[in-house]
């Protein structure tokens, strides 16, 4: 299977400074890739050049099989970047019409126009100029203007930000749809690791031009995934979470338990033996009503690889 994006040990300089070092990482067609990295890390570099604005030192940029070299590329792009491109003069219908004649797209696509409008929520305002619009809808208008012309890749530069709540919950459904319905790929460069969490299923974390995490996130997650397992007891009283406590530090493989109001964190040090445990539980008299493995999240990712590197 081709890759849908491919860097090997790209390097950029601008100035004497170094932006990108050795950068390697690989997109697979259908992922939602998240790009994660503090401000000035060299992400929107990388997507400078992933689309043929930048031109690479050395290494090698592989996109739907492509040299970025290719004009032929960019028609199989689409992107939205911090300025989303639209016309505040025209309405929604016109912008993206716009669009759809600027990518010389068959007016048989054009027909579709107020379809993609109603797939994003944004058919009661076609006509109202784009000025109108609110952050969130702008973001959502530009996601359909980035698609007039069926890309097979989608690059998105921070598309949450400055939007509410509710706002984020429609793009994030949007570009989940693009996924996981339409067979898009996406490349998400966003500080918003609850996001990125959620909807995303590789991740890169670049910093300071390096990459210093990259691979599927679940994976990732369990990796780094402290050896605890969280007992849900349902029981309150203390004295007889203790002793089963005292029971289960005695185990070769607990390095120690923390007592939580109806619930047991046991720290293992070796592969624990769950049924075991379970069973010294039964013995106390105390029920299990859920035994499950804590699991890192993505920030706890984050911040230890940003933190291992200062």
């Known amino acids: 299977m081709v890759e849908a ?3 090997n040990q790209v390097n950029k300089k601008i100035g004497n400074r170094k932006i990108l070092e050795d950068v ?7 992922d939602i890739f998240g790009y994660l990295g503090p401000n000035g890390a060299g992400k929107t570099t990388t997507i400078r050049i992933i689309m043929g604005l930048f031109r690479e030192d050395s290494g090698t940029v592989d996109v739907l099989g492509e040299n ?7 028609r199989k792009i689409g992107f939205v970047l911090e300025a989303d491109g639209l016309y505040n003069n025209l309405n929604g219908r016109e912008n993206l019409d716009f669009y759809f004649q600027l990518y010389g797209v068959p007016e048989t696509r054009r027909n579709k126009i107020d379809e993609m409008l109603h797939h994003v929520g944004l058919q009661n305002r076609a006509e109202d100029k784009v000025a109108t619009y609110s952050k969130g809808m702008r973001q959502k208008l530009a996601l359909v203007r980035a698609m007039v012309h069926d890309p097979e890749l989608l690059i998105l530069d921070e598309p949450t930000a400055g939007i509410d709540p509710s706002g984020q919950m429609e793009v994030r459904d949007i ?9 898009k790929t996406v490349f998400l460069s966003s500080h918003n690791l609850d996001e990125v969490q959620r909807i995303c299923n590789r991740i890169a974390l670049i910093d300071r031009g390096r990459i210093k995490i990259c691979g599927e996130l679940d994976k990732l997650r369990e990796g780094a995934s402290q050896q605890e397992l969280i007992i849900e007891t349902g029981v309150n009283e203390k004295d007889v979470l203790q002793k089963v406590v005292d029971k289960l530090e005695k185990l070769p493989y607990v390095a120690g338990c923390r007592l939580d109001t109806g619930k047991i964190s046991i720290n293992l040090k070796g592969k624990a033996e769950v049924s075991e445990i379970v069973a010294v539980l039964a013995q106390q008299g105390v029920p299990v009503e859920g035994v499950k493995k804590s699991e890192a999240t993505l920030e706890e990712i984050y911040s230890k690889a940003v933190r291992d590197v200062e």
């Not at 570009?175 to 067979?183: M, R």
């Open 5 to 7: 994006l491919l860097l």
């Open 24 to 30: 390697t990482l690989a997109v697979q067609p259908g």
């Open 175 to 183: 570009i989940l749809n693009l996924a996981h319905n339409q067979g």
């Open 68 to 74: 970025t070299s290719q004009d032929r590329l960019r």
